[in-house]
């Protein structure tokens, strides 16, 4: 970034930094060495999202992670306040299926799999002598069913404790990074600038940008209140199963000493279940005038009571019950199809809400029509049911032997016909998919054939008549056909999400309906149905399989190789940049970290100096910088130029993200900021122009498309081929420094030097620039100051 070997640590640690070259590190107390000239300075963020390898077991969150996604993507609208808290609110219940979905399948595993069945049957056991203690024939004091059973609990009851320790922990290292104020800010000279402080601007709506709001990037309270609720409602849930296995024997048998504690523990748990969802329910990030007290005592009370009748239900079923045997399978069938049925409703209801904002204010650039949140929340109940129902069908076919579960004739009756049911939609789905992607290879084949004519035209001058290179036209043409396909993301997601939503109705309809696998629903049906669902079965089954390894795979891999680690980490780039608003165990928001960094330096430099600066981000950089610049008080605004290039800002953001980064926010921060140009190409597959018009005296921001590759073929200045960067290297292009010189020129000097901080001389505060770069891998900023 800094194009220096020798570079030194300003401030931060080893988690994000800000660094300059050695000869730079004391610039502000020799100006006289630089002449005016810009100090280059950077802002590296990589190891927030790639690190350890640890944080490659962040895709087993991935469903988490997708989910918190949509709360972000509500479509940009005027009033009807009632239907954006509505849309949140529906988002959060979302993500809570999610949470009791995995606790569910982690039931489904430890007590279903392998405490009640393969421990209760002979034949499994005989082939796992780690299971032997817990085998029915032996008669042993663990022989019980309920005994069995509360001890296999303590498998899903680890995972919720580890869910919420990650979730703290993470908070701790990445999200509690408080937003800068005056009085910590440490200027007491800010009243020396004869600059008054410049009125906020209005909004084009006459609201103020959500990304300004001073605490947008520190949802403490709202991370604390979320974590309590999921972490009860896993405990919750690993309690109902053991309760609901004893309360079916003790409702079945002759009653007993554990009949009132069996229906006064159901009762407690509907209470506990009743206050987890109206947690959930509650405002959110705008809680104002909510009761800290009341915040206290639920983030504190909540899981801990969750977790005492969790005790309770270990007691309850642990009770001994003479004549208890298990036999087939535990009554959980019910609870993925309740679960399964209110994912549809709520994607459902969510798909009226969000159809509902968007048509207030069309705008025509927002993804899938306002669709986007719906379809996104949909893919993430998909992931979902694959990673759960990939679990259960895995260790179902090892319990199993050579069976197939569920079909009849094996050890154990297998995993609740619902998943089964799943799998069996899963070959179809990536047939109906085979569509789309075929259209879209055809379609880009094409535009490549049409691209090659003009690619030749603007090349010809640098021919200089001769005939063009057929081979190297279609290289450029074919990038610039593939980097398009980006636009065509919100079909494709449609495609993906709508199919996903049909498909998954129609399992939980046939499973409800048959209460048999596909593979026996179909026996007796013509000789096709019959074939076509039980090779879906089998095939779905291995594919959900599959899946569950493929994660488990990349995960060790990413451990081990520090390369798949780092490209793992950039995954995480987009998906962990908003805080998390819908779902405390998704992996953390390293935007709550970076953005109050950023915000930090430049406000204490900039009030500290009176200089100004330019502040450049590479991809995910630009919208670092974005957020950061939002958070700046105006008169401090006043003072920076914005250089963005590679910037998915619209045509990722603006589009999939209209609320907080559509047309009149990107609008807006144009007049913010003193200058800001956007640098951009053709053959940018994530980067894209941010559609900001000229507007008076201030010149349109995009500047585009930039030649890529700057030669066409050989050359006296370029004799080698030169090379088609797309998405990286934008500094290699000349535009890159002439664009960066001109926004310092535009900057207006310091109006009065300011008295150094103690320890610096007198002299004049030099003009600095940075520029950042995110390649390999690496996040990062640039940021230049004067």
């Not at 663990?142 to 869910?163: E, I």
């Not at 190297?472 to 939503?501: E, F, H, N």
């Not at 990413?558 to 780092?566: E, H, I, K, L, N």
């Not at 891998?777 to 230049?784: E, I, K």
């Amino acid at each position: 970034m800094l194009d220096d070997p020798r570079t030194v640590r300003v401030t931060g640690d080893e988690t994000a930094a800000i660094y300059r070259r050695a000869v730079d590190a004391d610039a502000e107390r020799h100006p006289e060495r630089y002449g005016g000239r810009p100090v280059p300075e950077a802002y590296c963020w990589s190891n927030l999202t790639s690190g350890n390898g640890s944080r490659a077991l962040w895709l087993l969150l991935l469903p988490f992670m997708v989910v918190n996604l949509a709360h972000w993507m509500r479509p940009a609208t005027e009033g009807l306040r009632r239907s954006q808290r509505l849309y949140g609110v529906l988002v959060r219940l979302v993500a809570l299926t999610l949470t009791v979905l995995l606790t569910s399948a982690a039931c489904e595993v430890a007590l279903d799999l392998t405490a009640w069945q393969c421990a209760g049957s002979a034949e499994c056991v005989a082939h796992r002598s780690w299971l032997g203690f817990l085998a029915a024939e032996r008669q042993g004091w663990w022989s019980q069913p309920g005994r069995r059973l509360a001890l296999a609990s303590v498998v899903p009851a680890a995972l919720v404790g580890l869910l919420w320790y990650l979730s703290h922990r993470t908070w701790s290292a990445y999200e509690s990074q408080r937003p800068p104020t005056d009085d910590r800010l440490g200027v007491p000279d800010r009243a020396a600038v004869p600059e008054p402080p410049a009125p906020e601007p209005s909004a084009p709506d006459g609201v103020r940008s959500a990304l300004g709001r001073p605490g947008f990037w520190y949802g403490r309270r709202l991370v604390a209140r979320l974590r309590a609720a999921h972490t009860a409602a896993g405990f919750l849930t690993v309690a109902a199963a053991l309760t609901a296995a004893g309360a079916d024997h003790d409702l079945r048998g002759p009653g007993g000493p554990t009949a009132v504690p069996g229906v006064l523990l159901r009762a407690a748990l509907l209470c506990c279940a009743a206050v987890v969802l109206w947690v959930v329910c509650a405002r959110s990030r705008g809680d104002r005038g909510r009761d800290r007290s009341l915040d206290r005592l639920l983030t504190e009370r909540l899981p801990a009571a969750s977790l005492v009748l969790f005790g309770l239900s270990v007691v309850y079923v642990g009770w001994s019950r003479p004549g208890w045997v298990s036999t087939g399978a535990l009554p959980v069938d019910q609870v993925f199809r309740i679960l399964a049925l209110a994912q549809v409703v709520l994607i459902v209801a969510l798909v009226v809400i969000a159809h509902r904002l968007y048509r207030r204010v069309p705008q025509p650039r927002t993804a899938m029509r306002g669709l986007g949140g719906p379809a996104v929340a949909t893919l993430a109940c998909a992931l979902g049911g694959v990673m759960t129902g990939g679990v259960a069908q895995w260790v179902a076919d090892r319990l199993d032997g050579d069976a197939t579960p569920g079909m009849g004739g094996g050890a154990i009756p297998g995993p609740p016909v619902l998943l089964s049911w799943q799998a069996s939609v899963i070959p179809v789905l990536l047939v109906l998919l085979t569509v789309p992607a075929g259209v879209l290879a055809v379609r880009t084949a094409r535009t490549a054939r049409a691209l090659a004519p003009l690619v030749e035209r603007e090349y010809a001058k640098e021919r200089g008549g001769t005939r063009g290179d057929a081979l190297r036209t279609r290289q450029v043409a074919g990038a610039r056909a593939r980097a398009a396909l980006t636009d065509s993301a919100p079909r494709l997601i449609g495609v993906v999400s709508g199919a996903s939503l049909l498909l998954g109705a129609a399992a939980v309809a046939g499973s409800w309906a048959s209460g048999e696998v596909p593979g026996q629903a179909a026996r007796g049906t013509d000789s096709f149905v019959e074939a076509f669902a039980q090779t879906a079965q089998a095939i779905g089954s291995w594919l959900v399989g599959f899946g569950f390894l493929l994660f488990v795979t990349w995960g060790r891999r990413a451990y081990r190789d520090a390369s798949a680690r780092r490209t793992i980490g950039i995954l995480w780039d987009v998906g962990t940049f908003w805080p998390r608003a819908a779902h405390p165990f998704a992996p953390p928001c390293y935007a709550e970290r970076a953005v109050p960094d950023l915000t930090w330096r430049i406000a204490a430099w900039t009030g500290r100096t009176g200089g100004r600066l330019v502040l450049s981000g590479h991809s995910q950089g630009s919208v670092l910088a974005a957020a950061a610049v939002w958070q700046l008080r105006p008169e401090t605004r006043r003072r920076v130029a914005l250089l963005t290039y590679g910037s998915p800002l619209e045509r990722l953001y603006g589009r999939w993200f209209p609320a907080y980064f559509g047309a009149g926010h990107l609008a807006r921060l144009s007049r913010e900021v003193h200058c800001w140009r956007n640098l951009w190409r053709a053959t940018d597959p994530i980067g894209g122009p941010v559609l900001v018009p000229a507007d008076g005296e201030r010149p349109e921001v995009d500047r585009g498309p930039l030649t890529d590759p700057l030669c066409y073929g050989r050359t006296v200045e370029h004799p080698l081929p030169e090379p088609v960067f797309g998405h990286s290297n934008y500094q290699a292009d000349p535009v890159f420094a002439q664009e960066r010189a001109a926004l310092l020129d535009r900057l207006p000097p310091p109006p009065r030097p300011l008295p150094p901080p103690r320890g610096q001389d007198s002299s004049d505060p030099v003009g600095s620039e940075a520029a950042g770069s995110e390649a390999a891998g690496s996040g990062s900023a640039g940021r230049s100051s004067a």
